[in-house]
C-alpha cells in the first residue's frame, strides 16, 4: 500500500511504500515523487504506526519544534538548515549527537541539496559542548556509545559531500567550536556589546582536561601550530573579533538585525528560527552556503577530499584507541573530581544568575 504526505522538506510530495508489510521499529523507504529514491531512517517509531498517522494527517518529519534538531530544505537554491534544539545549552548528549548525524545523511540524501547552514535554534548559545553530565559517574555501557557518537559527528560533518556554513550567533565552547571548525565556513554575531560577547574554543583545560587529539589537530590545521598550541594550552575562549584575528572565525557580524524578514529564509528556516528571518548572522550564513552550492559540486567535493581525507583516515584508523583512552581519561578519580567540581560552579552560577 502507499500513501502520499505533505513534506516540510519541499513542496513535492512523498509517498511512502509498503508501510504496512515492514515489521515495527524497523526503517522505511520514502520516495520523493519525481526524484529518485531516497532512503529516510525514521527509528524512534514503529512503520505500522507512521502509516497510520500518514493515512490521517499530513506527517511533519522534519520540523517539529521538539526534536533535538529542527531541519528545512530550500531546493530552489540547493541549501538546507539544520538547527540545534535542545534547551537549555544544545550541550551535545548521546541523542544530540545521533540526531545530528542522522538529519544530516538525510539531507545529503537530498540530490537537490549541495550546502547545509548548521545552526541553534538558541539565539544566544550555538552549543555548550559535551553535555558535562554525561561525563559524571558515568556508566560502562553509554560513555564509550556517547564518545562515538560525538566522532561519529565530526566525521560526518567534516567529510560531509555537502558545504557546511556554520552560523554561530553564540557561545561555542569546546565540542561545541569542534562543531564550527568541523564546517567549511563560519560566521560569528559580535555580540551585544562588550558585556555580553559570546566566545568560541577549546576551554578543556580549563575543565581539569584535555582536547583529544583529533580535536587539538582541527584547531591547529584551523588556525596553525603555534597560535593552536598556545590556545588548546591556555584553555582559550577567544571573543568574536579576537576568533576573526586568529582564523578561528571567517567572518563577524557587529550589525544589528534589520525590521524586514528576507524572504528566502522565511522559506528556509523551519518553524522553531523563524524569529530569526531578519538576523544578519543567518543572512550572511544564506548567502555563503548559496554561494558554495553554486560551485560544481564534484568539483566541490574533490577540493575538500584534498585537504580532508588524511586526517578522517587517520580518524577512522585510531577511533578505537580514541575512545579507550577518552573512557579510561574521563572515569579516573582526579579527573571525576574536577568535573565534578566544574559542574557544581555551572549550577551556583545559574543559581546566582536566576536569584
Ligand atoms: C591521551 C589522550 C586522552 C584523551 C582524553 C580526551 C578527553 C576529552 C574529554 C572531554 C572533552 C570535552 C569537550 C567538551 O565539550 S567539555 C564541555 C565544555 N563546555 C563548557 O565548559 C561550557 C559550560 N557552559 C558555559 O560556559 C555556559 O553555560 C555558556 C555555554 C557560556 C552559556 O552561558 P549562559 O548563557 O550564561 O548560560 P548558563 O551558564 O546559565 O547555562 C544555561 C544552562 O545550561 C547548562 N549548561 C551549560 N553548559 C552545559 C554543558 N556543557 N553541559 C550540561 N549543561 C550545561 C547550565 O548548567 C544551565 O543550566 P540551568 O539552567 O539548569 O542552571
Same mark, same amino acid.
Given at each position: 500500500?502507499?500513501?502520499?504526505?505533505?513534506?516540510?522538506?519541499?513542496?513535492?510530495?512523498?509517498?511512502?511504500?509498503?508501510?504496512?508489510?515492514?515489521?515495527?521499529?524497523?526503517?522505511?523507504?520514502?520516495?520523493?515523487?519525481?526524484?529518485?529514491?531516497?532512503?529516510?531512517?525514521?527509528?524512534?517509531?514503529?512503520?505500522?504506526?507512521?502509516?497510520?498517522?500518514?493515512?490521517?494527517?499530513?506527517?511533519?518529519?522534519?520540523?517539529?519544534?521538539?526534536?533535538?534538531?529542527?531541519?528545512?530544505?530550500?531546493?530552489?537554491?540547493?541549501v538546507?538548515? %539544520? $538547527?540545534?534544539?535542545? /534547551?537549555?545549552?544544545? =550541550?551535545?548528549? +548521546?541523542?544530540?549527537? &545521533?540526531? !545530528? #548525524?542522522? *538529519?544530516?545523511?538525510?539531507?545529503?540524501?537530498?540530490?537537490?541539496?549541495?550546502?547545509?547552514? %548548521? $545552526?541553534?535554534?538558541? /539565539?544566544?548559545?550555538? =552549543?555548550?559542548? +559535551?553535555?558535562?553530565? &554525561?561525563? !559524571? #559517574?558515568? *556508566?560502562?555501557?553509554?560513555?564509550?556509545?556517547?564518545?562515538?557518537?560525538?566522532?561519529?559527528?565530526?566525521?560526518?560533518?567534516?567529510?560531509?559531500?555537502?558545504?557546511?556554513v556554520?552560523?554561530?550567533?553564540?557561545?561555542?565552547?569546546?565540542?561545541?567550536?569542534?562543531?564550527?571548525?568541523?564546517?567549511?565556513?563560519?560566521i560569528?554575531?559580535?555580540?551585544?556589546?562588550?558585556?555580553?560577547?559570546?566566545?568560541?574554543?577549546?576551554?578543556?583545560?580549563?575543565?581539569?582536561?584535555?582536547?583529544?587529539?583529533?580535536?587539538?589537530?582541527?584547531?591547529?590545521?584551523?588556525?596553525?601550530?603555534?597560535?593552536?598550541?598556545?590556545?588548546?594550552?591556555?584553555?582559550?575562549?577567544?571573543?568574536?573579533?579576537?576568533?576573526?584575528?586568529?582564523?578561528?572565525?571567517?567572518?563577524?557580524?557587529?550589525?544589528?538585525?534589520?525590521?524586514?524578514?528576507?524572504?528566502v529564509?522565511?522559506?528556509?528556516?523551519?518553524?522553531?528560527?523563524?524569529?530569526?528571518?531578519?538576523?544578519?548572522?543567518m543572512i550572511k550564513a544564506y548567502e555563503e552556503a548559496a554561494c558554495?552550492?553554486?560551485?560544481?559540486?564534484?568539483?566541490?567535493?574533490?577540493?575538500?577530499?584534498?585537504?580532508?581525507?588524511?586526517?578522517?583516515?587517520?580518524?577512522?584508523?585510531?577511533?578505537?584507541?580514541?575512545?579507550?583512552?577518552?573512557?579510561?581519561?574521563?572515569?579516573?578519580?582526579?579527573?571525576?573530581?574536577?568535573?565534578?567540581?566544574?559542574?557544581?560552579?555551572?549550577?551556583?552560577?545559574?543559581?546566582?544568575?536566576?536569584?
Amino acid at each position: 500500500m502507499s500513501s502520499t504526505v505533505d513534506s516540510p522538506i519541499s513542496s513535492s510530495k512523498i509517498q511512502i511504500h509498503q508501510l504496512d508489510r515492514l515489521a515495527p521499529r524497523s526503517a522505511f523507504l520514502l520516495f520523493y515523487a519525481g526524484h529518485p529514491p531516497h532512503q529516510t531512517m525514521i527509528s524512534s517509531l514503529s512503520a505500522r504506526h507512521i502509516a497510520r498517522i500518514a493515512r490521517q494527517q499530513p506527517l511533519r518529519l522534519f520540523s517539529s519544534q521538539d526534536s533535538l534538531v529542527v531541519t528545512n530544505v530550500h531546493e530552489e537554491s540547493g541549501v538546507a538548515v %539544520l $538547527a540545534m534544539n535542545r /534547551p537549555p545549552a544544545n =550541550s551535545l548528549s +548521546l541523542e544530540l549527537n &545521533e540526531a !545530528i #548525524s542522522t *538529519s544530516l545523511k538525510q539531507i545529503e540524501s537530498n540530490p537537490k541539496i549541495q550546502s547545509v547552514i %548548521l $545552526a541553534s535554534s538558541n /539565539p544566544t548559545i550555538f =552549543s555548550a559542548g +559535551l553535555d558535562i553530565t &554525561e561525563l !559524571i #559517574s558515568p *556508566s560502562d555501557e553509554r560513555l564509550p556509545k556517547f564518545w562515538n557518537s560525538l566522532q561519529q559527528v565530526y566525521i560526518d560533518l567534516y567529510g560531509s559531500r555537502l558545504a557546511t556554513v556554520a552560523a554561530i550567533q553564540g557561545h561555542a565552547p569546546a565540542a561545541g567550536c569542534m562543531l564550527a571548525l568541523a564546517c567549511d565556513y563560519r560566521i560569528m554575531h559580535g555580540g551585544h556589546g562588550e558585556e555580553h560577547l559570546p566566545t568560541i574554543g577549546f576551554n578543556e583545560t580549563q575543565l581539569g582536561i584535555a582536547a583529544p587529539p583529533w580535536m587539538g589537530q582541527l584547531m591547529v590545521r584551523t588556525i596553525g601550530f603555534r597560535p593552536a598550541e598556545r590556545a588548546l594550552a591556555l584553555g582559550t575562549l577567544f571573543p568574536p573579533s579576537e576568533a576573526l584575528n586568529a582564523g578561528v572565525v571567517d567572518d563577524v557580524i557587529t550589525e544589528q538585525s534589520s525590521s524586514e524578514s528576507n524572504e528566502v529564509l522565511k522559506a528556509l528556516l523551519p518553524e522553531a528560527l523563524q524569529s530569526q528571518t531578519s538576523n544578519p548572522v543567518m543572512i550572511k550564513a544564506y548567502e555563503e552556503a548559496a554561494c558554495y552550492a553554486k560551485i560544481p559540486p564534484q568539483a566541490r567535493v574533490a577540493s575538500k577530499l584534498v585537504t580532508r581525507s588524511e586526517s578522517l583516515k587517520e580518524m577512522q584508523m585510531t577511533r578505537e584507541d580514541d575512545t579507550q583512552h577518552f573512557c579510561g581519561f574521563i572515569t579516573h578519580e582526579v579527573v571525576q573530581k574536577n568535573l565534578m567540581k566544574y559542574v557544581e560552579k555551572m549550577k551556583q552560577r545559574g543559581k546566582a544568575k536566576k536569584s
